[in-house]
Structure formats: C-alpha cells, structure tokens
C-alpha cells in the first residue's frame, strides 16, 4: 500500500482552505476543533449556516456520523 505525500493536496473540499504554511495549517485545524465544542460558537453557525449537526461525544456515534459522511459534511 503506497501512502500520500503531505507534500501533495489531497482532492477535497477541505484542504483549499489550508494556509500555505504547515504550522498555521496545524493551528487552523486547532482552532477549528476547539470552536466545534464551544457551544456559543456552535450556536451561531446554527443560524448563520441553517445546518443542526451535533457533534456527538459517543466514540461508536462519531463512527457512525464518520462512516455515513454527516460529519464531512459538517466540516466542509
């Protein structure tokens, strides 16, 4: 099984927002994970964006959100 370069930029939605640099990519990603949780941020994507996803804490929901593509979408 061959893997990926981390050079390369892998075909989706997510990595066109990436900065150019791989330490603020990392921070990006950071503060992206962080604002999931906090609820007043989470809120007010709610009405921005209209989407009602809940990130579940549930380690067999998440896989499940994983595997049918609700958290990818999410997150796009």
Known sequence: MKRKKLGRQ???LITKYFPDDLIMTLAWVACL???????????EFRVD?????????MSIDRVIDEATGRERAFVE
Not at 33 to 43: D, F, K, Q, R
């Open 33 to 43: 994970h962080w604002s999931i949780g906090e609820p007043e941020i989470l809120a």
């Open 10 to 12: 892998a075909p989706d």
């Open 49 to 57: 964006t209209g989407c009602d996803f809940t990130p579940r804490l």
